[in-house]
């Protein structure tokens, strides 16, 4: 079955086929705004194609890790070395490994079948892009608003 209807809130054409919406694409999440410009277009990147391919999404996502790994001043020849260089809380280091595990297993093929069809492909690339976000959040969303608030306290001790 195929299904053409106008959106009655923004007019935009919507094609269904067997009751599933196959246009527009579904894209992700947006990214922090804490997160460093230099990740920020690769993070969108993944977003605008999570529905369309998991695999690609977790290996940008990988890309987008060593960014902000980068950025935070991580140390070493290898992603797992930068990562260990930032002396990140125990649960954040589990999820920076995790993302840089199937962000290499879907580059380099392994245990995930990264398939569009499989729902936990496409719960893997959602929890990463999320984790990557609150990674953001983390390194750089706390010094940010540590400055902010020190700013107005000393504007308001002056």
Known sequence: RLC??????????VLEIDGETVYPIESGIVPSQYMPESAVAIFCEAQSIINLSPRATCALLRSCLECIAQEAGGQGTSLAKKIESLCLSPGLLRLADLCRIYGNDAVHGGQIDFTV??????????????????LADEIFGTEAIARELEEKITAAHS
Do not use: D, M
């Not at 053409?4 to 054409?13: A, E, I, T």
């Not at 069809?117 to 609150?134: M, P, R, V, Y």
């Open 4 to 13: 053409l209807w106008q959106c009655v809130h923004c007019n935009g054409y």
């Open 117 to 134: 069809s499989n729902k936990e492909a496409l719960a893997i690339a959602g929890a990463l892009s999320s984790f990557i976000n609150h």
